[in-house]
């Protein structure tokens, strides 16, 4: 079984019930056992500012799928959610990025790993670090000194909603 890490986000048609949903999702993955999951953080758009605020959350799988399996699974719930793909950085109702494989490194057309915008995004870091900060990221440090190298205000600039969404299923 591998440890594997996702980052949930989204800004449409409710944002908050897409990423809970999608953790149930996740949880019916075959040969996949959901094992923890974040609260949910509201942040402002990577990208274009033209969009609304998004929620994100992180979830933490075990799985015996292989990377480019899970990634297409992974797909399959984006397209369930309605996900459209008219604009980089754009609005949509559910993205789901693998930010870790395991310790896996892995350059490809079609998955890199770890994911390549980790280190730049605390909407990704900070969910993460909820869950484990000090989980290292090959290659990079472990999420807190990720964290750290953001600066004091990154995690201050997304913000946990009231309660946690999921703590299990």
């Not at 949910?40 to 605020?53: A, C, I, M, T, V």
């Not at 949509?92 to 770890?114: A, C, I």
Request: with cysteine; proline share 7%.
């Amino acid at each position: 079984m591998a440890n594997v890490w996702i980052g949930l986000g989204s800004n449409l048609e409710n944002p908050a019930k897409q990423v809970t949903d999608a953790f149930v999702e996740l949880a019916n993955l075959p040969k996949t056992q959901l094992l923890s999951t974040s609260s949910l953080w509201k942040s402002k758009p990577f990208g274009p500012q033209d969009q609304p605020d998004f929620i994100n959350a992180v979830a933490e799988l075990a799985t015996e799928l292989e990377p480019l399996v899970l990634l297409t699974h992974l797909q399959a719930i984006e397209t369930l959610h309605q996900r459209k793909r008219e604009r980089h950085w754009g609005p949509r109702t559910l993205d789901l990025d693998m930010l870790l494989y395991d310790k896996l490194v892995l350059t490809g057309e079609k998955l890199t790993l770890p994911h390549p915008g980790i280190v730049e995004r605390a909407f990704v870091l900070c969910p993460l670090a909820e869950l484990n900060e000090n989980l290292s990221i090959p290659n990079l440090g472990s999420v807190k000194q990720l964290i750290q190298q953001l600066g004091k205000q990154a995690c201050s600039e997304v913000l946990p909603l009231e309660a946690k969404a999921v703590t299990s299923f």
